[in-house]
């Protein structure tokens, strides 16, 4: 089975730029897109989802922003769509979507980025803890859990290309890779960094500035974090650089588990 998930920039532009022909290419089973930025009705009236996938979009409240949409071939069982808690409680910003096939979970998140000011780096970091405890039950189940998408945060100094120069950036704050260390262990696996290893600097995001694409200064902040169950099962797993960048500012992440 394959798993893609991919920070769109917006489905719109993607549709624009080619996302059709990665739909078809990648030829995934579940696709969970991040930064959708879309409401249902302002997607193109001559464009349909591609045909064979369950579509299951989760909106922000305000047009053009956030958002995330599933699709799969597989059945899906049930959705559900926030994390609870106070921090956003109604999930009006579309951030969490989850989506049952059988035995198997999927949780598409798009985290906050806290980058323009003050007040949204305190929202994420409330959202962040939030989060986390929403997803800890979900280790403690037998059956296979995905959790992925665009956690706004660079792990190790592995995962960004100017560690020293970031080190007041948000999304390299060290109380947040301090807080992603604390997932880890919890119990989730990142199988991305534990098929390269420690030591490869393989990114998922660049910045439009700076020529940042063309000398490879990015960021890897586009996860699969997977339980004990989900783990067992992985075949592999890739950043597609080459032509996902046609698209948006961020390259999809494949994974690929056995059935």
Known sequence: MRFVSWNVNGIRAAIRKGIDGYFDSIDADVWMLQEVRCLPEQLPKDWNWPEGYEVHLHAAEKKGYSGVTTLSRLKTDATSTGKGGIIDGDDSEGRVLVTKHGELTCINTYLPSGSNKEERQAFKEAWMEEWREFIRPYLEVSTPVIVCGDLNIAHTEDDIWNPKGNAKSSGFLPHERAWFSEVLNDGWHDVFRQQVGDGEKIF?????????????????????????????????IRIERQGGLDVSDHAPVILDLTD
């Open 204 to 236: 998922s995001w660049w910045s439009n500035r700076g020529q940042a694409r063309i000398k490879d200064r990015g960021w890897r902040i586009d996860y699969f974090l997977l339980n004990d169950a989900a783990a067992k099962r992985v075949k592999s």
